[in-house]
């Protein structure tokens, strides 16, 4: 079974949308729109009834709600957001992995959104780091809910996370990035898919823009 990321451009490069269960990660420098992809994920996740949960590091409760409804998204219903510290979340590791594992299993989680692991990251060493990921990673496959976890973009390598973790212990990779044709001319955004498991993927660059509809992948358009 496929669930679709709400982005009908991304689904069809990705081979019609996500497998259930899968964790992805989405990767991209600062305002790629990695936030706004996942806020697509999780409000077509609510549009279908299904129950959700968006753990943020970076952003408060209202602000996601107040982005999601700049982009004419509804988190009302089915929908549970979680701000964590990433300091809170270092410092009591074991607590906040049992929370979670209890809060994913009572509210029967279908789909799940970790944005920005990156600052959780900078706190740990390269082991804590693996270790974190895979601990997400396995409460997201025993409860049976479908992911997404984002990461900054290493400065030096766009196709790589910052750490270089979240990209082994994901099912599949979508790098969103920046390129500019000449000095003076506009930035462009390209999506990539560089991995999906099991799935016949498109691998091409394809260009994409964020307006007030949200993100809009181009799929079919040529990066020039
Ligand atoms: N309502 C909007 N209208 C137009 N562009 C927007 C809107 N909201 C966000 N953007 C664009 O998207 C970018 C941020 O996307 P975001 O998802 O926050 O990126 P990231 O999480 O990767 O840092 C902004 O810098 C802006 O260019
Ligand atoms: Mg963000």
Do not use: Q, W
Not at 48 to 63: A, Q, V, Y
Not at 79 to 92: F, G, H, N, T
Not at 157 to 164: A, E, F, I, R, T
């Amino acid at each position: 079974m496929l669930l679709s990321t709400g982005i009908p451009g991304l689904d069809k490069m990705l081979g019609g949308g996500i497998p259930k269960g899968y964790v992805v990660g989405v990767i991209g420098g600062y305002g790629t729109g990695k936030t706004t992809l996942s806020l697509h994920f999780i409000s077509e996740g609510v549009r279908r009834g299904e129950r959700c949960i968006f753990i943020s590091f970076e952003e408060d409760e209202e602000s996601i709600i107040e982005t999601a409804k700049s982009f004419g998204m509804n988190l009302e219903s089915n929908v549970r957001i979680l701000r964590l510290e990433a300091e809170v979340v270092r410092d009591s590791f074991e607590k906040i992995e049992n929370e979670m594992k209890t809060i994913f299993t009572d509210f029967g989680v279908e789909r799940v959104v970790i944005d920005n692991i990156s600052v959780l990251e900078t706190l740990y060493s390269e082991r804590e780091r693996y270790k974190a990921l895979s601990t997400f990673k396995r409460i997201v496959k025993e409860s049976g809910a479908t992911a997404i976890i984002t990461s900054e973009s290493d400065k030096d390598n766009p196709l790589h996370s910052k750490y270089g973790i979240l990209e082994y212990v994901s099912d599949g990779l979508i790098v969103l990035r920046m390129a500019r044709g000449g000095e003076f001319e506009e930035v462009i955004l390209i999506a990539e898919v560089l991995k999906m498991r099991r799935m016949n993927h498109s691998r091409k660059p394809r260009p994409y823009t964020i307006s007030e509809r949200g993100m809009e992948v181009f799929e079919e358009a040529e990066v020039v």
